[in-house]
């Protein structure tokens, strides 16, 4: 009787203390995270496969941004999966095959062929995930691997605004098509194929059906973020402003109090700015607005500093930061290389500037973060609250042990 009542002395001992551990650290149940979990299922949906019979698409076709004209995309059903695509364009005629199960093109000829073996270029299957990597037919380079990098609201004119999926071209920086996201067709995109050789194509009429959606904000299209600018001990409010101009590259406006207003463009594949006019900024140069995100810890980054071209600055450290009225974010920690006092930070989510001093030959000057209507990721507090994750196993092997050598003390006495 004795050893029953000490085992349920420990079991309701030890209950309560488990219970509390879920109730306050319910991370700590956790054994994989959402992020961890990827999909490589490429099934057709049934809703796609309806649409292919009978469909067109017709787009702006532009060749190296110099020569533009139509392009015509349509279906016709040859037999099972498999789908005849004719391409009608003012660069001349293309035929090919695809595999409505593989998007596999078989069979190509024409003007702008591309090659057998490759995959779809103008869709994608409709259960694609955000990281997934996605093989796309560009031109006669074969296929090029596309990275879903994100999904968000896009307003087509004429059309309306429509959920995409917006890829990146890993082989060739700078590639970039938006993907609609209930269909899985191509709304618009750019495509490199070397140097000296890009196309672009830009939806303009279909008898696609797409799903409509409420307008949002996002990066970079519709992106506002305004920082406290202080220069020479004085402080006036700054706002940052992106709209999208052709694909790949947006209008970003800066407006500063009682200083006035400036303009130019900037290319998001390499963060350059062009027509700079009359804002002080050089051609070619890189933003100080943001950086890119996927870059790591002793990576050197160049950013226009003041009357001054690029300055080059190092990713020294990371660190956990809060904003007030946000919450705790990632952030990036840069260093003048020039200057070592000239320190600034970028949000890792996104890459936009949070704060930092920008310092050159003729003076220095200051961000400091205000508000914005992107979406950062938030974190944990780094703090002695938090439970680590690799101290789980500890904290509940000592709730366990604890009770029973207590449990052993009194027993003895």
């Known amino acids: ?23 306050f650290y319910p991370s700590a149940i956790t054994v994989v995270s959402e992020n961890q979990i990827t999909s490589n299922n490429n099934e057709l949906m049934t809703s796609q496969d309806a649409i292919f019979d009978g469909l067109y698409l017709n787009y702006t076709f532009t060749i190296s941004g110099a020569v533009s004209g139509f392009s015509n995309f349509s279906y016709s059903h040859i037999s099972g999966n498999d789908y005849n695509v004719y391409w009608d364009s ?30 779809a270029p103008i869709w994608i299957f409709t259960n694609s995930t955000l990281g997934q990597v996605i093989q796309i037919a560009a031109g006669a380079s074969g296929d090029h691997p596309f990275n879903i990098t994100r999904e968000y609201a896009y307003n087509l004119p004429g059309f309306g605004t429509i959920d995409v999926w917006q890829l990146e071209d890993s082989s060739f920086p700078g590639g970039i098509a938006l993907y609609e996201k209930s269909t899985g067709f191509l709304i618009k995109g750019f495509f490199p194929v070397v140097p000296a050789f890009n196309y672009t194509l830009e939806i303009v009429t279909t008898n696609l059906l797409f799903d409509y959606t409420t307008p949002d904000s996002g990066i970079f299209d519709g992106l506002y973020i305004a920082h406290n600018y202080i220069i020479s001990s004085m402080s006036f409010k700054s706002n940052f402003s992106f709209s999208e101009d052709p694909i790949g590259t947006y209008n970003v406006s800066w407006d500063v109090a009682s200083l006035g207003s400036f303009s130019w463009n900037e290319y998001i594949a390499n963060r350059t700015i062009f027509n700079t006019g009359s804002s002080g900024l050089h051609d070619f140069s890189h933003t100080l607005v943001w950086i890119q995100t996927n870059i790591g810890l002793s990576d050197i980054v160049p950013i226009r500093v003041g009357g001054v071209e690029d300055q080059n600055y190092t990713i020294t450290g990371q660190l956990v930061h809060k904003i007030a009225g946000f919450g705790y974010v990632e952030v990036w920690v840069l260093q003048n290389l020039l200057y070592p006092l000239g320190e600034v930070w970028y949000e890792k989510s996104t890459g936009l500037l949070l704060k930092g001093t920008f310092i050159w030959g003729g003076g220095n000057y200051t961000f400091e973060f205000v508000d914005t209507n992107a979406a950062f990721a938030y974190v944990q507090p780094s703090d002695t609250s938090e439970i680590p994750g690799y101290n ?22």
């Not at 005629?93 to 199960?101: A, H, P, Q, R, Y």
């Not at 500890?394 to 006495?413: Q, S």
């Open 90 to 119: 003012f660069a001349g005629d293309t035929v090919w095959d695809e595999n409505l199960g593989s998007r596999v093109i078989n069979n190509s000829g024409g003007a702008f062929s591309f090659i057998d073996g490759t995959h």
């Open 392 to 413: 789980h196993f500890l904290l509940i092997g000592l709730l366990i042990i604890v009770p029973i050598i207590i449990i052993r003390i009194k027993k003895r006495k």
């Open 1 to 23: 009787m004795k050893k029953v009542s000490l085992k349920c002395k420990v079991i309701l001992t030890i209950l309560p203390l488990l219970f509390g551990l879920i109730i």
